[in-house]
C-alpha cells in the first residue's frame, strides 16, 4: 500500500515555498449512475507563487497530493511532464518551479464507500443515485490533485457535469448551467464524442438523460478541505435570511441577505422538516452576528442532509453537510431534535472560528472545534426554546464524553502534538472537542464574558481569511480581559489529564465549622502536578419539603492543593454538598460520604435540572472507578430515574445502566441485576404518560436488554403484535426494528420475518437495520461469514460495515472467544489495506471488550489483557494510530474488569 501520510514537517515546508492563488476545478459525474463505472474524470488547473526571489542553484520543487485510480496527465507552466516518473504513491512531484507556476492535472478519482472523498450512495428505496463530499483533515485529494494542508488557502472555482434533473450544490452560487454538456476526456478537455454510457443503478439498460454542466462562482480563499460538492436528485427546500445591522454594531445600517437552501434523498421528503431547519437556522444567524458583529461573509447558506455519513456534520462554508440520521422518519424524542439544534449552531459557529479564521495545522484544530462545542451550545441555550436543557444535555452526555477520553492512556492536552495527519484523524475526540468547550466555559467565566466577545471580534478582524496559532487568540482575549492568558493557557490548553475536587466538610451542633476542597491532578504524560485555577461554585442543598434545594451557592476561585472555603463556615450543615455547581469548570467532582449517602437516596430529588446531572455524574464517574458498585449505581437508577423529565438526562441515565450491566457488574452478580433492571424498566414503562418521550426512551431501554434476555422474549414479540403494548406507545417501524434486532439475538426470529418486515418499508436505515439482525443471530457459522465480510473484504459501504459490527457484538462472551485471536492477527493488515475510516472501525468494533472477570483472578490476569500486551510488545513498528486505538480499547477493558471485581 502506497503511504498517504502528511507531516507536519514537510506542510511546513511547503507553506514557506509556496502561496497559492486559485484552483479550477472540473469533475464529470456523468456516468455515476452506472456502479460498474468505479470512477470519474477529474481536473485541476492550479496557479500559485513559488519563493524562487535571490534563490541561487536549481529551482524548487514541491508536491500535489492526489489518492485516486489513476492520473493520465500533469502539465507544468506549458509543459507536459512525464506521468510516471512524477506520480509517487499520493504525491504528484512538480519540478523545476518557477515565480509564478500554473498546473493542470488530468486524473480519474474513484466513487467511496466508505464516507471519505466523493461517496456515492444507492438508495434502496428507489434506486436513485447520490453522491457528496466529506474531507476533513485531508480527503479533498481523493476528488482533485491540491495542495492538503490547512494554511494554504485559495479562491476555488467548481464546474461540475452531472446528469440532467440531478440538483448540484458547493460551496459557491451556481454562476452558469449549460444544457447539455460534454462529457470531460482523459487530459480533461471537452470530448463530445465520448458515448454517454447507459445503465440504471444496477446496471441494467436503459437511456441514461444528457449530462448538465453546472459552473460555480469563485469562493472567498478557504482551505481545501472544507470545499464540497453535492450532487443527485436531492429535494430541495429554500428560503431566506435578511437583517440590518443596528446603531451599536460598527456595521451600522449594512443589510444583510442570505439565500437558504436544505437538502435530502427524494424518498426522505416526506419527513424532512425544513421549516423547522430554517427557524433554527434564522435564529443562529441573528444570534452569532449580534455576538460576533462580522457578517457572513460566504454568501448563501445550504445545508444538506446526507446518507451513510461518517460525521455528525461538516462546516464546508455555503454548504454545510449532515448526517441525514437528523432526519425522522420515526418517533424522536425531544433530546434528539435538540441534538440536531446544537449541530447546527455548532457547524454555524465554524463559520467564523474554523472557515474565516483557521489554524495553522491540526495541533490546533482546538481552535474550531472547542469554539464550536461551545458557541452551539450557548447559541441553543440563549436562541431557541431549549434555553437551561442546552447545558444540561452538554453536561451530561457531552461532558461525558471528554472525562472518559482524558483518563485514557492516550490522553493529549488540547493544544496537541499532531505530527501527521494520521494523528490528526485520531485528535478528533472528547479532548479536542468537548474538554475544549468545557475549558472554554471556565474561560469565559475566568475572564468575563464582556471580554470574551470583544477578544473573539478582534481575532476575526485581524486574521480573517488567514491562519492562526494560539497566541493570536490569547494575544486579544488578554488585552480585552486584562488578565495572563498564556500562564492560564499553559495550566488548561498546554498539560494533559484533568483535576480531582473532593470536598472536606467538618460540621458540629448542626453548622460548618468548616469546609476545604482537595484538588489532586497529576499530568498523566509527565507525571508532573498539573494543579490548576479553577473558577467554580460549591453548592449546598437542603431537603425542603422532600425535595433537594439550594440553599447556598458560593462562588470562589481555587488553586493548589488544598483551598478553604471561607465563606461556609457557620452555615447550616448541609444534606448535600456539590462542587462545580453550575458546571462552570472542567474536573471530576467527588462527593463527600454524607452527600454520597443522600444522592444515592435522593438524587432524583435535587430540584435543579443541571445541577440532578452534576450529581448523577458524579456517582457514575464513582462507578467508573470501581469506587461505587456498579449493583448500587443500577439500583439508584431503578430508584431515583422513574420521575426525571430532562430527556437528556433520563437517556443518559437508561445508557449509563445499560452499561454498567454488561460492563460494569460482575458475571456472579449479572443474572440477577438484570432482572431487577428489567423489572424497574417495565415498571417505568407502565407508569410513564402515554405518548411521553419517557415512555419511548423506557421502551428502547427493554428492547435492549432483551438482546440479552430469554425471558423477555415473549414480551418482546408481543409488543411487535400488538399485544399488551402500553397506551400511547406507537411501535412505528424504527421501534419495531430494534425489537426484531432483539429477538434475532435470541434465535426467536428467521430471515423470513425480516425480510418481510424490510419489504414493507425499503430504506436505507432499515436494510442496516436488517443487516444488524441477520448478523445477531446465534449461528457460528453464519457469525463467521459475518465475520469475514467485516474484516476480511472491501465490499461493505461505511454504514453497512458499522451495522455488521453491531450484530456480531450482540453475542454472548463466549460465542466471541473464537475470534480474539483472530482479530489480533487480522488488524495490521486491516490498517495497511483499508482506508482509515473503515480500519477505524474494525479495529475499535471488534475488539474484544465484552469480558468477565473470573472469581479469584486480578484484571491484569485476565486473558484478553495478556493477549493485548503481547500484540502491542511483538508491534512496536506499527502505526500510532493503530496502535493508540489498541492501548484505548485495552484500558476500557481494564476499567471494566476493575469495577466488576467490586461489583
Not at 479495529?843 to 493477549?867: K, M, N, W, Y
Request: glycine residues 8%; contains cysteine; aromatic residues 8%.
Amino acid at each position: 500500500m502506497p503511504n498517504f501520510n502528511l507531516l507536519r514537517s514537510e506542510a511546513a515546508a511547503r507553506k514557506s515555498l509556496l502561496t497559492v492563488h486559485k484552483y479550477d476545478v472540473e469533475l464529470d459525474l456523468s456516468h455515476a449512475r452506472d456502479l460498474s463505472v468505479p470512477g470519474f474524470p477529474t481536473r485541476s488547473s492550479i496557479t500559485f507563487s513559488a519563493g524562487t526571489a535571490g534563490q541561487t542553484g536549481p529551482a524548487p520543487t514541491t508536491f500535489l497530493d492526489f489518492i485516486g485510480i489513476s492520473v493520465e496527465s500533469v502539465t507544468l507552466n506549458d509543459v507536459e511532464l512525464d506521468v510516471a516518473a512524477v506520480v509517487d504513491g499520493s504525491r504528484i512531484h512538480l519540478p523545476g518551479l518557477a515565480a509564478e507556476n500554473t498546473v493542470v492535472v488530468a486524473a480519474t478519482a474513484a466513487y467511496s464507500s466508505s464516507g471519505e472523498g466523493l461517496h456515492r450512495f444507492m438508495d434502496p428505496s428507489d434506486g436513485e443515485i447520490y453522491t457528496y463530499t466529506q474531507y476533513e483533515p485531508a480527503d479533498a485529494r481523493r476528488v482533485f490533485a491540491n495542495f492538503e494542508q490547512p494554511d494554504l488557502k485559495a479562491s476555488f472555482t467548481f464546474h461540475v457535469t452531472a446528469p440532467a434533473g440531478w440538483e448540484v450544490a458547493s460551496n459557491q452560487s451556481v454562476a452558469h448551467k449549460a444544457e447539455p454538456a460534454p462529457a470531460m476526456g482523459r487530459d480533461g478537455a471537452p470530448e463530445p464524442s465520448m458515448e454517454v454510457k447507459s445503465g440504471t443503478a444496477t446496471g441494467s439498460a436503459r437511456d441514461t438523460p444528457e449530462a448538465v454542466r453546472w459552473d460555480f462562482a469563485p469562493t472567498l480563499p478557504i482551505s481545501t478541505y472544507i470545499t464540497t460538492v453535492l450532487a443527485g436528485p436531492y429535494f430541495k427546500a429554500e428560503d431566506h435570511f435578511s437583517m440590518t445591522f443596528g446603531p451599536e454594531s460598527e456595521h451600522a445600517g449594512q443589510r444583510l441577505d442570505i439565500p437558504l437552501a436544505a437538502y435530502c434523498r427524494a424518498s426522505l421528503a416526506q419527513y424532512f422538516d425544513a421549516e423547522e431547519i430554517f427557524t433554527i437556522t434564522k435564529a443562529g444567524l441573528a444570534w452569532f452576528h449580534g455576538i460576533f458583529d462580522n457578517p457572513y461573509p460566504f454568501g448563501k447558506y445550504d445545508q444538506a442532509f446526507v446518507p451513510e455519513y461518517n460525521l455528525g456534520a461538516m462546516e464546508n462554508p455555503g454548504l454545510v453537510t449532515f448526517t441525514e440520521s437528523y432526519i425522522h422518519a420515526s418517533r424522536a424524542t425531544d433530546m434528539a431534535y435538540q441534538l440536531r439544534a446544537i449541530t447546527i449552531m455548532h457547524e454555524m459557529a465554524h463559520m467564523w472560528f474554523g472557515d474565516l479564521v483557521t489554524m495553522g495545522w491540526w495541533d490546533d484544530l482546538w481552535l474550531k472545534e472547542s469554539f464550536a462545542d461551545y458557541m452551539g451550545h450557548l447559541a441553543v441555550a440563549e436562541a431557541t426554546p431549549w434555553a437551561e436543557k442546552s447545558w444540561t444535555l452538554f453536561a451530561s452526555r457531552r461532558k461525558a464524553w471528554a472525562y472518559t477520553q482524558d483518563q485514557l492512556p492516550t490522553t493529549h492536552p488540547i493544544v496537541a502534538d499532531i505530527p501527521d495527519l494520521e494523528a490528526a484523524k485520531a485528535n478528533f475526540d472528547g479532548i479536542t472537542y468537548a474538554k475544549g468547550a468545557s475549558v472554554l466555559k471556565q474561560l469565559v467565566a475566568y475572564v468575563g464574558r464582556d471580554a470574551f466577545i470583544t477578544g473573539a471580534r478582534e481575532y476575526f478582524k485581524a486574521h480573517a481569511y488567514s491562519n492562526t496559532s494560539l497566541q493570536d487568540l490569547l494575544a486579544p482575549l488578554g488585552t480585552a480581559s486584562g488578565r495572563d492568558l498564556g500562564t492560564w493557557a499553559g495550566h488548561w490548553l498546554q498539560t494533559s489529564g484533568m483535576s480531582t475536587l473532593t470536598p472536606e466538610l467538618t460540621v458540629a451542633e448542626g453548622r460548618i465549622t468548616s469546609l476545604r476542597i482537595r484538588q489532586e491532578s497529576v499530568d498523566p504524560i509527565t507525571g508532573q502536578p498539573s494543579l490548576r485555577p479553577h473558577r467554580l461554585a460549591v453548592g449546598l442543598f437542603n431537603y425542603d419539603a422532600g425535595a433537594l434545594v439550594r440553599s447556598q451557592s458560593l462562588l470562589l476561585d481555587i488553586a493548589g492543593e488544598v483551598t478553604s472555603v471561607g465563606a461556609a463556615a457557620g452555615l447550616l450543615a448541609p444534606d448535600l454538598v456539590l462542587l462545580n455547581d453550575q458546571d462552570l469548570s472542567y474536573a471530576k467532582v467527588r462527593l463527600d460520604a454524607g452527600s454520597t449517602s443522600t444522592a444515592l437516596a435522593g438524587v432524583g430529588t435535587v430540584s435543579d435540572t443541571l445541577a440532578r446531572s452534576l450529581v448523577w455524574s458524579a456517582l457514575w464517574n464513582a462507578c467508573r472507578d470501581a469506587l461505587l458498585p456498579a449493583t448500587t449505581y443500577l439500583q439508584a437508577v431503578i430508584e431515583q430515574a422513574g420521575h426525571e423529565r430532562d430527556i437528556s438526562l433520563l437517556q443518559t441515565l437508561v445508557d449509563n445502566a445499560l452499561y454498567a450491566l454488561g460492563r460494569f457488574t460482575s458475571p456472579q452478580h449479572r443474572v440477577e441485576e438484570a432482572a431487577r433492571l428489567s423489572a424497574g424498566v417495565e415498571r417505568h414503562l407502565a407508569n410513564t404518560a402515554p405518548g411521553s418521550d419517557e415512555q419511548l426512551v423506557w421502551a428502547r431501554a427493554l428492547t435492549a436488554l432483551g438482546r440479552g434476555s430469554d425471558t423477555l422474549v415473549p414480551r418482546l414479540r408481543g409488543l411487535l403484535d400488538g399485544v399488551d403494548v402500553p397506551e400511547g406507545l406507537l411501535v412505528d417501524r424504527n421501534l419495531r426494528w430494534l425489537l426484531w434486532q432483539a429477538l434475532s439475538a435470541r434465535g426467536a426470529a428467521d430471515t423470513a420475518e425480516l425480510d418481510s418486515e424490510l419489504a414493507a418499508e425499503t430504506t436505507a436505515e432499515y436494510r442496516a437495520a436488517r443487516r444488524t439482525a441477520l448478523t445477531a443471530f446465534p449461528d457460528a457459522g453464519r457469525r463467521q461469514e459475518f465475520w469475514n465480510s467485516a474484516v476480511g473484504g472491501k465490499a461493505l459501504s461505511n454504514e453497512l460495515l458499522s451495522a455488521t459490527i453491531e450484530g456480531l457484538t450482540m453475542a454472548p462472551v463466549e460465542a466471541l472467544e473464537p475470534f480474539v485471536e483472530p482479530y489480533f492477527a487480522a488488524i495490521a493488515g486491516v490498517w495497511r489495506e483499508q482506508s482509515l475510516e473503515i480500519a477505524g472501525r474494525i479495529v475499535r468494533g471488534l475488539f474484544p471488550a465484552r469480558q468477565d472477570l473470573a472469581p479469584g483472578t486480578s484484571p491484569q490476569e485476565h486473558p484478553v489483557i495478556i493477549r493485548t500486551d503481547t500484540w502491542l510488545a511483538e508491534n512496536g513498528d506499527a502505526a500510532n494510530g493503530l496502535r493508540r486505538m489498541v492501548i484505548e480499547q485495552r484500558d476500557h477493558l481494564l476499567r471494566s474488569l476493575r469495577a466488576q471485581s467490586v461489583g
